[in-house]
């Protein structure tokens, strides 16, 4: 992270991943996170990489969420 954004991650290298799952578990461990109040709002971001995704999305409870598959990385 730096002074203007933080990113929470998560790689699965298995296709049809569910994003939204992801997600779901990525909110709950950033609820153990002591984020610096200058970060909060719309500077925390949800990154997801994996072979390939059910769907992908580009939010997630107010989140900011980024989709990478493998199609992205090559």
Known sequence: YNDKLLIFGECKWKDKVNPRQICKELVEK????NIPSNLKNNKVQLWIFAKSFKEKISEFEGYKVWCFDLNDLI
């Open 30 to 33: 950033i609820n153990y996170v």
